[in-house]
């Protein structure tokens, strides 16, 4: 069994390489073929590898020669047999060719990862923001 | 181990009574003492039982003599010794006294469980509804 400062080392760490990079393969990598996506943009569900990597292709598309720079805050993981739940605050801040920031997003991350083979693969992902009640906008920034 | 469709009657359907009897007692009961959710509403996250218990006491305090039926599909469940992650989608459906239906609400929802003592606890539950790009605002039906 991995100890779960290793898991979150193996996934999240990878995740933030693969988004600084803009590196679609080591991105899809990370998921299992049949992930279910919960994600904060537009659709109901991302069904499985094919959509959730036409989505990573999508976004790092169109960063131009921005970047974004991941980090993870508050994460709790809870690992059984081959099985783990991983939840916590995440921060997409978007940099400028020259080093710049520029604007940031806090969102709420919850992934669930099975391992096959001695890989661990993210099989469900779930972002999002919690939503002003009084004018039913996602609040992006905390 | 249960069975996972067991795993969905206990937790799921046991949600759905409490919040059509707008019990706070049996709603609470279903969630560990060091819950953490992340809901749809208004807060980044909501941390420990007694937070979400009241929580639960205010939504059901403003429902009048209206009821909530909730109902989930396209439910996947992952079992692993004393762990599970479950995630689907949920339908909140207001009713009136009469029975007339009112308006309704759809979510997206993850959730993990972990079993102590023969019992199955919600550790971690996640809601939430994707996010319309154009004008920021969650999109609240499907």
Redesign the interface.
């Known amino acids: 069994m991995m100890e779960p400062d290793n898991l979150i080392d193996a996934v999240l760490q990878r995740y933030a390489a693969a988004v600084h990079a803009k590196d679609v393969e080591a991105f899809a990598a990370l998921y299992a073929a049949d992930v279910?996506v919960?994600?904060?943009?537009?659709?109901?569900?991302c069904e499985g590898i094919a959509a959730w990597r036409a989505m990573a292709e999508s976004w790092f598309g169109s960063l131009g020669d921005e970047r974004v720079v991941v980090t993870f805050d508050?994460v709790?993981t809870?690992?059984?047999?081959?099985?783990a739940?991983v939840?916590g605050?995440v921060t997409y801040q978007g940099v400028a060719r020259d080093g710049t920031p520029l604007r940031a997003m806090?969102n709420?991350m919850?992934q669930?990862l099975?391992r096959r083979d001695g890989a661990w693969k993210v099989?469900?992902e779930?972002?999002?923001?919690?939503?002003?009640?009084a004018?039913?906008?996602?609040?992006?920034s905390?």
């Open positions: 279910r919960f994600d904060l943009w537009g659709e109901w569900a508050s709790r809870m690992v059984a047999g081959d099985m739940l939840h605050f806090h709420r919850t669930g099975r099989v469900h779930h972002t999002s923001s919690p939503v002003d009640l004018t039913g906008k996602a609040l992006l905390h």
